[in-house]
T-cell receptor, first 115, second 115 residues
Framework: DAGVIQSPRHEVTEMGQEVTLRCKPISGHDYLFWYRQTMMRGLELLIYFNNNVPIDDSGMPEDRFSAKMPNASFSTLKIQPSEPRDSAVYFC?????????????FGQGTRLTVV | AQSVTQPDIHITVSEGASLELRCNYSYGATPYLFWYVQSPGQGLQLLLKYFSGDTLVQGIKGFEAEFKRSQSSFNLRKPSVHWSDAAEYFCAVGGGSSNTGKLIFGQGTTLQVKP
């Protein structure tokens, strides 16, 4: 398996523009997570899905952030409008099942810079 | 509240020396504990995990960690550090009976290796 695939790897955009980050989870995994990594706050969970349904979005910082999972093999995280403080590395991760032995596998991340 | 604390933000060791990275957690249920490593510009790679059983767990790249419930700790160790071990290390907690792979991360410890 190719692992969790994120695109783009790097994104530079101007303040006010819409940004869309993409994630393809590992085939067969039914949980998908979006994390954000910043110097100030470290790694924080933004939202996660189970079987394409959002379960917990309490970590989404503002209404400018939205996430979707239209099918089992694709998810997007959208920021509209973007602001400089959104600059961070965004990670997608996926896992299979629950309970003993479950672990999350991470993508390479998308480094977002908002200027 | 669930939390993970990595007391050391930055550690420098000489190549060949032993290493111990500290991790303390606060978790109401049975914790599942993880150590991840992140090389510059890369995603997170799982080093090892603890779910139950033997409290000393072995991981990849010669790392091990010991779970001490009485101290709420899960310290990472390596007997002899290699220059390629320079990276950022994250301790994370998740789990309980409904473990899904959702994780709470510590702030990370940056390891520098001196030649």
């Amino acid at each position: 398996d190719a692992g969790v695939i994120q695109s783009p790897r790097h994104e530079v955009t101007e303040m006010g523009q819409e940004v869309t980050l993409r994630c393809k989870p590992i085939s067969g995994h039914d949980y998908l997570f979006w994390y954000r990594q910043t110097m100030m706050r470290g790694l924080e969970l933004l939202i996660y899905f189970n079987n394409n349904v959002p379960i917990d979005d309490s970590g989404m910082p503002e209404d400018r952030f939205s996430a979707k999972m239209p099918n089992a093999s694709f998810s997007t995280l959208k920021i509209q409008p973007s602001e400089p403080r959104d600059s961070a590395v965004y990670f997608c991760a996926s896992s299979r099942g629950t309970g003993f032995g479950t672990e999350a596998f991470f993508g390479q991340g998308t480094r977002l810079t908002v200027v | 509240a669930q939390s993970v604390t990595q007391p050391d933000i930055h550690i420098t060791v000489s190549e060949g020396a032993s290493l111990e990275l500290r991790c303390n957690y606060s978790y109401g249920a049975t914790p599942y504990l993880f150590w991840y490593v992140q090389s510059p510009g890369q995603g997170l790679q799982l080093l090892l995990k603890y779910f139950s059983g033997d409290t000393l767990v072995q991981g990849i790249k010669g790392f091990e960690a010991e779970f001490k419930r009485s101290q709420s700790s899960f310290n990472l160790r390596k007997p002899s550090v290699h220059w390629s071990d320079a990276a950022e290390y994250f301790c994370a907690v998740g789990g309980g009976s409904s473990n899904t792979g959702k994780l709470i991360f510590g702030q990370g410890t940056t390891l520098q290796v001196k030649p």
